[in-house]
């Protein structure tokens, strides 16, 4: 019997961390039990921790590895020395830093508009309502709202990320997130799987922006043709035919734009559609060497 192993954080395992950055993956039992049908047998493994003995197994596949961006050279080490590694390597080093939104708007994609406020540099906000987050980062931790009128606690905020060694990521904030929420498009060998409506992280303070608040600003939705069609155009090249994907998009007045393109540890949602697990297992038994 194939080996693999789901590598996830404690905080994933456990549901409680120090801070609210992580809750429990609930899709990690759908996942073990689709590999089973499959004849592959799937275990949980906290990526950081030294016990574990990767080369055992057939294959590591990154899963819920939240929390990495507190550690991100450590995780970055940790990923590069795996040998059977899905999502590969390079995909996951290159979509770890938002700086690859810039490359991929350069390439002619279209993407919200992003701006990047080096260490030492000093910010250039937008006129109206705006964002401020770290390169490196995910789940929302340490993104902050601000209104056009708050431009001292934005500066502030660059302030603190700098102060810790980040860059900081400013885009302006779309309105119809607030209304319609994000579209998040969720992709298994290059094939369009499933939809989720993401609702606004940002319209509570971050001490609130705990599991279960995270799990009600999330629903299955219709994917629109328009938005899967620019998914489909991003997931070329580099990113084709991989084993999961998921894109975040936002409906502006300029049309579907890209907010994340999510290949290193997204949720996949496996509970909101009924084949999505099975999907997911079969893209990954299909690169068990």
């Given at each position: ?14 549901g ?33 921790d ?42 996951i ?22 701006t ?46 700098h ?25 298994f ?45 991003l ?9 999961y994907?998921?894109?975040?998009m936002?409906?502006?007045?300029d ?24 999907r ?10």
């Amino acid at each position: 019997m194939s080996r693999v192993a789901l590598a996830t954080s404690r905080f994933a395992l456990a549901g409680a961390a120090p801070s609210l950055e992580a809750h429990v993956d609930v899709d990690s039992p759908l996942l073990i039990d689709e590999l089973a049908r499959l004849g592959v047998e799937a275990t949980l493994e906290v990526w950081d921790d030294d016990q574990v003995d990767w080369e055992s197994y057939d294959l590591v596949v990154v899963r819920s590895t939240w929390g990495y961006p507190a550690k991100i050279e450590e995780f970055l080490h940790w990923a590069h020395a795996r040998a059977r590694l899905v999502n590969p390597f390079a995909v996951i080093e290159y979509s770890t830093d938002k700086h690859y939104l810039g490359d991929l708007a350069a390439q002619g994609f279209a993407v919200i508009a992003t701006t990047y406020c080096e260490i030492g540099d000093d910010p250039v906000f937008p006129t109206g309502d705006f964002v401020v987050k770290p390169a490196v980062g995910a789940g929302s931790i340490d993104a902050e709202r601000f209104a056009a009128d708050e431009v001292d606690a934005a500066l502030a905020h660059v302030t603190r990320l700098h102060q810790s060694q980040r860059c900081a990521v400013i885009q302006p904030y779309v309105s119809t997130i607030d209304e319609y929420g994000e579209r998040a498009l969720i992709f298994f060998d290059g094939d369009f799987s499933h939809a989720m409506t993401k609702r606004s992280h940002l319209q509570v303070a971050p001490s609130q922006r705990n599991g279960d608040f995270r799990t009600r600003q999330m629903s299955a939705a219709e994917a629109e043709p328009e938005a899967v069609q620019l998914a489909r155009e991003l997931l070329t090249g580099r990113f084709a035919d991989l084993a999961y994907g998921r894109v975040d998009m936002v409906n502006t007045p300029d049309g579907w734009q890209l907010m994340e393109l999510e290949l290193v540890e997204p949720a996949l949602y496996l509970t909101y559609d009924d084949q999505a697990a099975r999907r997911c297992a079969h893209a990954i038994e299909r690169r068990i060497p």
